[in-house]
């Protein structure tokens, strides 16, 4: 059962373009949606999270939109930058029974080209 | 330390070998987790301590796997009678508050087991 669907797979994007990675969840108890952006032989690092209370959050070149009623957010990268190439997870969790218990979507693997 | 630190790094075990992994927490972190990562997958909730107590092991795929906090800083995933279905990286989380929705996490670069 896979509470957090993640796509594309894998994501090719020229130097400079805008990056878009979807997700849709099931969950609607989930109250907290990060991204997490993972290198090779690294573990995951937070890089931006939202509130379902607001639709969208910036932060630098790194947007989250939140659609509440289609359960569905996505992350923009402005600027694609070759140092971006990664490794990108959303994941969604709820605060009751656990604390910051994530659940994780497949990934999706990111390319900038120059 | 300055992060979270995972030990060792590598490890590969027979099919049916017990092996342990230890994750060291930021000093200070009350929560703790472990996550399972196969190859090209998203990481999948083992475990979770908030200091000592062992607060939710829902995710442990089997009675094989193991884990503990004794003295609520280091922890122990352990895994009996190793499977080929076990390998994965195994990774560690911390975070400084008990039970925050937004409270940033912190991983570890995981151990990467193999089972021959």
């Known amino acids: 059962q896979q509470q957090v669907k993640q796509s594309p797979q894998s994501l090719i994007v020229q130097k400079g373009g805008i990056s878009i990675i979807n997700c849709a969840y099931e969950n609607t108890a989930f109250d907290y949606f990060p991204w997490y952006q993972q290198f090779p032989g690294k573990g995951p690092a937070l890089l931006i999270a939202?509130?379902?209370?607001?639709s969208e959050k910036k932060e630098g070149r790194f947007t989250i939109s939140f659609n509440k009623s289609a359960k569905q957010f996505s992350l923009h990268i402005m600027d694609s930058q070759p140092g971006d190439s990664a490794t990108y997870f959303c994941a969604a969790s709820r605060v009751t029974g656990g604390g910051n218990k994530l659940t994780f979507g497949t990934g999706t693997q990111l390319k900038v080209e120059l | 330390g300055a992060g979270v630190s995972q030990s060792p790094r590598y490890k590969v075990a027979k099919r049916g070998q017990d092996v342990a992994l230890r994750c060291d927490p930021i000093?200070?972190?009350?929560?703790l987790f472990w996550y399972q990562q196969a190859l090209g997958q998203g990481p999948e909730f083992l475990t979770y301590f908030q200091n000592e107590a062992q607060l939710d092991k829902s995710g442990l795929p089997s009675d094989r796997f193991f884990a503990e906090r004794p003295e609520g800083s280091v922890s122990t995933l352990k895994i009996q009678r190793t499977q080929q279905e076990d390998s994965a990286v195994y990774l560690c989380a911390s975070s400084l508050a008990r039970v925050t929705p937004n409270e940033k996490l912190f991983f570890g670069s995981g151990t990467q087991l193999s089972v021959l």
């Open positions: 939202i509130r379902p209370d607001v």
């Open positions: 000093s200070g972190h009350v929560s």
